[in-house]
């Protein structure tokens, strides 16, 4: 069974439209950006280099190492950098992928369900959107995970696990009622995976449930998608 997904080669959202005129006050508003944060400046996906002159949240970015963030954008620098004010960050969390040569014996390359809303690669980062049910109240820790097979010769297909663990906690049809789904995003450092300035074949795969208006654990099958992973740089 296919579920389709869209691989986005370029930024999460990309910068708004607009007409640009150095005297106005403000070049953009309400600018939304994946990026990451090296030294107190803000990196977007998008190739720019933003510093925050203006800073409306109450976040220190020296503990952000990624992030979406939305905010104006002020001034153009003599450097090609820009003024912004900061308006709102989100943390993004980040991770190595497991490569799936690694793995202990016995240990799974599928856990509990997770749903795959989207995939692509920027800021040298494999991006990937997902959703899950998460119990009400519970302390149970989640994590997930990206395992990579890589192919048996050069220029084949990659082959990618999604994985989500909460030791043992899952939907049971039971006590549906008790659970919320919610939905992020979670960066993956794959420099090594997708070459710079190349397309490469991935095929992606993770467990859900056959029917997510009724979950239930005995009904989890696997879900798979094929894809095109493009690298600009």
Not at 130 to 153: C, Q, V
Request: glycine letters at 6%.
């Amino acid at each position: 069974m296919k579920k389709f997904i869209t691989m986005i080669a370029a930024a999460l959202i990309g910068m708004t439209a607009c007409n640009f005129n150095p005297e106005d006050e403000f070049i953009i508003y309400n600018d939304t950006e994946l990026c990451s944060i090296v030294g107190g400046k803000i990196l977007t996906d998008n190739n720019l280099t933003y510093e925050v002159v203006e800073n409306l949240t109450d976040a220190n970015l020296e503990e952000y190492n990624r992030a979406i963030i939305t905010c104006d954008i002020l001034k153009l620098n003599e450097d090609g950098s820009y003024q912004i004010k900061l308006k709102s960050i989100i943390k993004i969390q980040t991770k190595d992928y497991i490569d799936a040569a690694t793995l202990d014996e016995g240990s799974p390359l599928f856990g509990i369900p997770i749903s795959l809303q989207s995939i692509w690669f920027s800021g040298g980062y494999l991006n990937v959107g997902f959703s899950f049910y998460y119990k009400e109240g519970s302390s149970t820790p989640h994590t997930i995970d990206l395992i990579a097979e890589r192919p048996s010769e050069e220029g084949g297909k990659i082959t990618l696990y999604l994985r989500h663990l909460a030791e043992g906690e899952t939907v049971d049809n039971t006590d549906y009622n008790e659970y919320t789904l919610v939905a992020s995003y979670i960066s993956f450092k794959a420099d090594d995976l997708f070459p710079a300035n190349t397309t490469t074949e991935m095929e992606i795969k993770w467990n859900w449930f056959r029917d997510s208006d009724s979950p239930s654990d005995a009904d989890v099958i696997e879900f798979g998608d094929t894809g095109d992973i493009e690298r600009k740089n």
